[in-house]
């Protein structure tokens, strides 16, 4: 799996190098918008279809963008890909505790509630973190 995926961020990287390709290298977050509207608004059309040869296409469309906002963040030197993943397996672990040896939910929403809570902690904390890193400079 991590073979694949390795090869598909070299491949954005490539594609978006001085040797790559005019079209990529021109795009940044702004231009690359519309490009991730159509293409959610595509996986969530093959979803409803249900057909999987089509979700398989268009969740690899999707993925695309994403690799291309991370690409472009790495080339800021602000972070990448890694990161992301990264940050999203510890937002899923934190607002997972129930899985995780934290209180135990019976329904489906009381864990909704849960998460809702954590967000609402999470939140707070990075706008203390903002205030702290202002305060610095």
Known sequence: MAREFDRLVRLVA???SPTGCPWDRAQDHRSLIRYLK???REVAQALQKGEWHDIEDELGDLLLQILLHA???REEGRFDIEDVARSQYLKLKRRHPHVFGGPRFKTAKDV???WDAIKVGERKQRAADVAKRKKRR
């Open 14 to 16: 490539k594609l978006r």
């Open 38 to 40: 159509e293409e959610t």
């Open 71 to 73: 690409q472009i963040k």
């Open 112 to 114: 909704l509630r849960n």
